[in-house]
């Protein structure tokens, strides 16, 4: 006996067999080698968030900001997660990059030691040494922090070297405190030594400028609109995700490279990076909604502090957007 099948049956049938779409691979570039600032991506790649978004995302280490600008103005990377300033000094040579969402809007800039040396306000840094990276983006804000505090290059020593270099001359006691990152080379004393950090944090005297973000290609971005949206979506609710639970988005870092740091160490880190999300004006909305006025003032000390092209002043909105950004509560 034959047997006829419908039509709508045959169609539900093919439809069935049919693969299901492919996910989007996307590589993001951090800025440097894994710390726990980049909880929030790790976790959302573990929760399934970028998944959920229909990205199958890739993350890689970075060499420092400006490479992985390079990288992203090149199409190797699809995303960069760096220094936003960084950026926009290859932006204002022609580099094609633009961030779609400033994470940072608060400065992690400081000049830190060891908390047992009790140096705790800018007067405390007279007599003292001062390790530092010559031209590197830190060193470049050091004399705006200096005019600001009434600090004067004479009151103080200062040794210079790389990266490691500085954070070695603080751990062996050739230097009193070092210029870095709150988030970042504190934790890798605490790492070597056990022994806690006080930063004197910029911000904290009217150093009003917005640190890391991500960014694209240009071009890449006209091209794949909605992807970049699927992926700020994604990255934002990864934000938001990491921000309620500090401890397991710092897991997720060792969990994918389990030679990345400590637990402690990550997840104080991470803790450390959050109260950097917002400033006072965009206190209580999602991550990533960087103000222009943030922008403006940015740009502005970095013309007249941080070497860059006086030109960026003319549109400081060329080196960011946030038309990608998912809107409140979606």
């Given amino acids: 006996m034959r047997k006829w ?27 440097w080698y894994v710390y726990g600032e980049h909880a929030p991506f790790y976790y959302g790649k573990a929760k399934g968030i970028y998944a ?18 390079q990288a992203v103005a090149a199409k190797t990377a699809d995303f960069g997660y760096v220094d936003v300033p960084t950026m926009m000094r290859a932006a204002i040579k022609g580099a094609p990059v633009v961030a779609t969402g400033v994470l940072l809007q608060t400065s992690p800039m400081s000049a830190m030691g060891f908390a047992d040396k009790n140096i705790r306000k800018p007067e405390d840094i007279k007599g003292k040494t001062v390790a530092i990276t010559p031209a590197d983006s830190m060193t470049q804000i050091w004399p705006l922090f200096l005019k600001k505090t009434g600090l004067k290059e004479s009151d103080f020593q200062t040794v210079a070297g790389d990266g490691q ?15 870095g990152y709150v988030m970042d080379q504190s934790m890798k004393i605490k790492d070597a030594t056990g022994k806690d950090v006080y930063p004197i944090k910029f911000a904290d005297y ?4 917005v640190s890391s973000g991500i960014i694209a290609n ?41 030679k990345g740091g400590k637990i402690d160490t990550l997840t104080q880190g991470f803790e450390l990076t ?21 922008m403006a003032e940015t740009v502005n000390l970095l013309v007249e502090y941080g070497g860059l092209d006086a030109k960026a002043k003319e549109n400081p909105k060329a080196f960011y957007t946030n038309d990608y950004l998912p809107k409140s509560g979606s």
């Fill in 274 to 294: 959050i109260p950097l999300y917002r400033t006072a004006e965009t206190k209580g909305k999602r991550p990533f909604q960087v103000t222009d006025q943030n």
């Fill in 165 to 179: 270099t500085k954070l070695n001359a603080v751990i062996n006691g050739q230097a009193d405190l070092l210029l």
């Fill in 218 to 258: 240009a071009d890449y971005v006209k091209a794949n609109a909605d992807l970049i949206r699927r992926f700020m979506s994604a990255t934002t609710k990864a934000v938001e995700a990491a921000e309620k639970e500090p401890k397991a988005a710092a897991q997720s870092i060792l969990d994918a490279n389990p």
């Fill in 5 to 31: 099948i419908g039509a709508a049956s045959v169609a539900l049938l093919a439809f069935a067999a049919m693969p299901a779409q492919a996910a989007d691979k996307v590589v993001l570039m951090l800025n």
């Fill in 206 to 209: 009217g150093i009003n400028m």
């Fill in 52 to 69: 959920a978004e229909g990205i199958e995302l890739e993350i890689q280490e970075g060499r420092g900001s400006a490479a992985t600008t």
